[in-house]
């Protein structure tokens, strides 16, 4: 109808007019303008799909892009030729439906028409969904800048589900979906798969949109793979449009944490506002333990109302190193506050379901307070925090960014450099060992920091790195082997271990060993320091949405240290104590100065150092380390997920 081609053509006139007001472009782009064919790979016909209508974004060539505003709708006068053939196509698709594919080309996931354009903007008019298209794929050149990782991960998941309409912003986003749907992206998925992925998603960006959900820089598909990461994808097809729209209001601040990828590091513990009791009790109480319980009671804890906490490990404390240092934490936050803080802890939840378990059992227990000990529960406290989402749930990982749970983390770097440093400072033929359990964020930036501690002592020493979680091979045999007798072992003592090596160690002539010097955590500091801020009210200070909170304290706050023995010189050991006066003061920085990779320069000598983002997030190994980042086929099944959710490595390649 000619009354519907007007309408159609006032909202092309004023998305022309919004464009131009803004600075963008107004009319339809052509591929022609935007890509040289010089360039591109070779074209890849798919046949005919169903293509999502909010895809299609231009026209092939530039002859027909003026007729056409940005948003598909018509500009051209009323009375042409035009405008009768576009009213006629109308009138069809009204009365028998437009059946004939258009011909489009795919360039990055977005499509350009060359056949077909007045098809597309009537079907737009008419709010479609979807209009079937011949698809022919123009492959671009592969590159190392994100929109080309995205993508190519995109074509590996189009293999495996033929299936165009989610778009992600970020690397890893769409092997993320697929464990979420129980899939990978080398197999094709069943079709009833598909299935429940195609109408939820269809449903979910329905919702998503009506509620005003599109932001820059996030897409329909990064908040619906936010959204099954809690809620199971199947209720997406099972759930009321009400029950849909309340939980999308539930996760906007998470689907914002996520995309940013922006961690708030919190590397001081936060001062409280106002003088609480415990600052004015002062000298008027004689006895730590009665400052806390002023200072307890002026913000409703008490030891008849104590703060519940609950502890989960992946492990049995008595078999794992990791485990253990967590529980003594725990057993010196009761010692320290007394009555005032109650704990519970449960062992071997090394399952989505254990821990899902037991912070149920922790709930029905009313604990405020859940940690999860291992960056492997983070997708059950993910679920967990928006179950329950007046219990605070934090997880013990570094560069997880989540809204509904925060992190927390030592920097252990710091005391990693210093060990670094008297490892060099005893070595003799220059070259120490390094063993680590697996690359994960933290670990590698620990690595690392060892190796420029080493270098300030010895810039001709080499640190020769293995990873312990290898399924084959036998780390400190091929270190020894090598020559090495320095070495930096585990940085934990475990219960079932005989020799109980652990920390920095020498190799002796007839094969024993002798403790150098040992990395603190001392859990117990932390855990305290993380209640303290509820019971002071700071913690709340860290409250706002969309903003993913870590607790990264260092040698500052005193919950990491070096302890060097009797073994090592005095010498030395005057040099750890003004290592980590100034890293504590703030006055010596270790990542700062000229810093080369295995790949070429970091930071040049004049060039500020690394940020703290920069630091968490590195990926890469520096020049005096021999050794490299294992593929995720080469480690043991049961650190694979830990590895997987902390990021490192994907296929086998450092994430960039």
Same mark, same amino acid.
């Given at each position: 109808?000619?009354?519907?081609?007007?309408?159609?053509?006032?909202?092309?006139?004023?998305?022309?007019?919004?464009?131009?007001?803004?600075?963008?472009?107004?009319?339809?782009?052509?591929?022609?303008?935007?890509?040289?064919?010089?360039?591109?790979?070779?074209?890849?016909?798919?046949?005919?799909?169903?293509?999502?209508?909010?895809?299609?974004?231009?026209?092939?060539?530039?002859?027909?892009?003026?007729?056409?505003?940005?948003?598909?709708?018509?500009?051209?006068?009323?009375?042409?030729?035009?405008?009768?053939?576009?009213?006629?196509?109308?009138?069809?698709?009204?009365?028998?439906?437009?059946?004939?594919?258009?011909?489009?080309?795919?360039?990055?996931?977005?499509?350009?028409?060359?056949?077909?354009?007045?098809?597309?903007?009537?079907?737009?008019?008419?709010?479609?969904?979807?209009?079937?298209?011949?698809?022919?794929? $123009?492959?671009?050149?592969?590159?190392?800048?994100?929109?080309?990782?995205?993508?190519?991960?995109?074509?590996?998941?189009?293999?495996?589900?033929?299936?165009?309409?989610?778009?992600?912003?970020?690397?890893?986003?769409?092997?993320?979906?697929?464990?979420?749907?129980?899939?990978?992206?080398?197999?094709?998925?069943?079709?009833?798969?598909?299935?429940?992925?195609?109408?939820?998603?269809?449903?979910?960006?329905?919702?998503?949109?009506?509620?005003?959900?599109?932001?820059?820089?996030?897409?329909?598909?990064?908040?619906?793979?936010?959204?099954?990461?809690?809620?199971?994808?199947?209720?997406?097809?099972?759930?009321?449009?009400?029950?849909?729209?309340?939980?999308?209001?539930?996760?906007?601040?998470?689907?914002?944490?996520?995309?940013?990828?922006?961690?708030?590091?919190?590397?001081?513990?936060?001062?409280?506002?106002?003088?609480?009791?415990?600052?004015?009790?002062?000298?008027?109480?004689?006895?730590?333990?009665?400052?806390?319980?002023?200072?307890?009671?002026?913000?409703?804890?008490?030891?008849?109302?104590?703060?519940?906490?609950?502890?989960?490990?992946?492990?049995?404390?008595?078999?794992?190193?990791?485990?253990?240092?967590?529980?003594?934490?725990?057993?010196?936050?009761?010692?320290?506050?007394?009555?005032?803080?109650?704990?519970?802890?449960?062992?071997?939840?090394?399952?989505?379901?254990?821990?899902?378990?037991?912070?149920?059992?922790?709930?029905?227990?009313?604990?405020?307070?859940?940690?999860?000990?291992?960056?492997?529960?983070?997708?059950?406290?993910?679920?967990?925090?928006?179950?329950?989402?007046?219990?605070?749930?934090?997880?013990?990982?570094?560069?997880?960014?989540?809204?509904?749970?925060?992190?927390?983390?030592?920097?252990?770097?710091?005391?990693?450099?210093?060990?670094?440093?008297?490892?060099?400072?005893?070595?003799?033929?220059?070259?120490?060992?390094?063993?680590?359990?697996?690359?994960?964020?933290?670990?590698?930036?620990?690595?690392?920091?060892?190796?420029?501690?080493?270098?300030?002592?010895?810039?001709?020493?080499?640190?020769?790195?293995?990873?312990?979680?290898?399924?084959?091979?036998?780390?400190?045999?091929?270190?020894?082997?090598?020559?090495?007798?320095?070495?930096?072992?585990?940085?934990?003592?475990?219960?079932?271990?005989?020799?109980?090596?652990?920390?920095?160690?020498?190799?002796?002539?007839?094969?024993?060993?002798?403790?150098?010097?040992?990395?603190?955590?001392?859990?117990?500091?932390?855990?305290?320091?993380?209640?303290?801020?509820?019971?002071?009210?700071?913690?709340?200070?860290?409250?706002?949405?969309?903003?993913?909170?870590?607790?990264?304290?260092?040698?500052?706050?005193?919950?990491?240290?070096?302890?060097?023995?009797?073994?090592?010189?005095?010498?030395?050991?005057?040099?750890?104590?003004?290592?980590?006066?100034?890293?504590?003061?703030?006055?010596?920085?270790?990542?700062?100065?000229?810093?080369?990779?295995?790949?070429?320069?970091?930071?040049?000598?004049?060039?500020?150092?690394?940020?703290?983002?920069?630091?968490?997030?590195?990926?890469?190994?520096?020049?005096?380390?021999?050794?490299?980042?294992?593929? $995720?086929?080469?480690?043991?099944?049961?650190?694979?997920?830990?590895?997987?959710?902390?990021?490192?490595?994907?296929?086998?390649?450092?994430?960039?």
């Amino acid at each position: 109808m000619r009354e519907d081609y007007e309408k159609a053509r006032r909202l092309g006139e004023k998305a022309r007019a919004r464009a131009i007001l803004t600075g963008r472009y107004p009319y339809l782009p052509a591929l022609e303008d935007l890509v040289d064919r010089s360039q591109l790979g070779q074209e890849i016909p798919l046949g005919v799909h169903e293509i999502p209508l909010q895809l299609i974004v231009g026209t092939r060539t530039s002859g027909r892009k003026n007729a056409f505003a940005c948003n598909f709708m018509p500009l051209l006068d009323p009375a042409s030729e035009f405008a009768l053939k576009w009213a006629s196509l109308y009138d069809y698709q009204s009365s028998e439906g437009l059946r004939d594919p258009i011909k489009v080309y795919e360039y990055r996931n977005r499509f350009y028409v060359e056949e077909g354009n007045k098809r597309v903007s009537v079907m737009n008019y008419m709010h479609s969904y979807s209009i079937p298209g011949d698809v022919i794929r $123009i492959l671009p050149p592969r590159t190392d800048d994100l929109e080309s990782l995205v993508y190519y991960e995109f074509l590996d998941f189009f293999k495996v589900t033929k299936f165009f309409e989610i778009c992600f912003s970020q690397q890893g986003s769409y092997a993320r979906l697929a464990e979420l749907m129980g899939e990978n992206l080398q197999d094709p998925w069943p079709e009833e798969k598909i299935q429940i992925l195609r109408d939820g998603f269809r449903s979910f960006a329905e919702i998503y949109g009506q509620k005003g959900g599109k932001k820059e820089g996030i897409t329909d598909g990064d908040a619906y793979l936010t959204y099954i990461s809690v809620f199971p994808p199947e209720s997406l097809l099972e759930d009321s449009k009400d029950q849909i729209s309340h939980r999308i209001d539930q996760i906007r601040g998470e689907v914002t944490a996520q995309t940013k990828k922006e961690i708030d590091l919190i590397e001081s513990p936060a001062v409280p506002k106002k003088p609480s009791m415990i600052a004015e009790a002062g000298a008027a109480v004689a006895s730590v333990a009665n400052v806390l319980t002023l200072g307890a009671l002026s913000s409703g804890y008490s030891p008849e109302n104590p703060l519940k906490a609950c502890f989960i490990y992946e492990k049995e404390p008595g078999n794992s190193s990791w485990a253990y240092a967590h529980e003594l934490g725990r057993q010196s936050l009761m010692e320290e506050f007394g009555g005032l803080v109650d704990t519970s802890y449960f062992t071997d939840c090394d399952s989505e379901e254990k821990v899902l378990e037991a912070i149920d059992s922790a709930a029905a227990d009313e604990d405020a307070l859940v940690f999860t000990t291992a960056p492997s529960m983070m997708p059950a406290a993910l679920k967990a925090a928006f179950k329950y989402p007046k219990m605070k749930i934090l997880n013990c990982s570094v560069n997880l960014s989540h809204d509904a749970v925060r992190t927390y983390y030592a920097k252990m770097y710091e005391a990693k450099f210093v060990l670094g440093a008297i490892a060099a400072s005893l070595c003799q033929n220059h070259l120490i060992g390094y063993r680590s359990d697996y690359p994960s964020f933290g670990n590698i930036a620990q690595i690392n920091a060892f190796a420029l501690g080493a270098s300030l002592v010895d810039p001709s020493c080499r640190v020769i790195l293995k990873w312990a979680s290898l399924k084959k091979g036998d780390w400190e045999k091929e270190l020894t082997d090598a020559g090495v007798r320095i070495i930096s072992g585990s940085d934990m003592v475990r219960l079932d271990d005989p020799e109980r090596k652990y920390g920095l160690y020498r190799i002796l002539e007839d094969g024993s060993w002798e403790g150098l010097a040992a990395p603190v955590w001392d859990w117990g500091r932390y855990y305290s320091l993380i209640c303290r801020s509820i019971m002071d009210g700071t913690w709340n200070s860290a409250d706002d949405a969309g903003r993913a909170v870590n607790y990264w304290y260092g040698l500052r706050s005193g919950v990491v240290d070096v302890l060097p023995s009797d073994r090592v010189p005095v010498e030395t050991r005057r040099l750890v104590t003004i290592l980590k006066n100034g890293i504590s003061q703030g006055s010596f920085v270790p990542f700062e100065g000229q810093i080369r990779s295995q790949k070429g320069l970091i930071r040049g000598e004049d060039e500020p150092g690394l940020t703290a983002s920069e630091i968490i997030t590195m990926n890469w190994l520096l020049d005096n380390i021999e050794g490299e980042m294992p593929d $995720i086929d080469e480690l043991r099944e049961d650190v694979r997920r830990n590895v997987t959710i902390s990021g490192i490595l994907e296929k086998g390649k450092p994430v960039k």
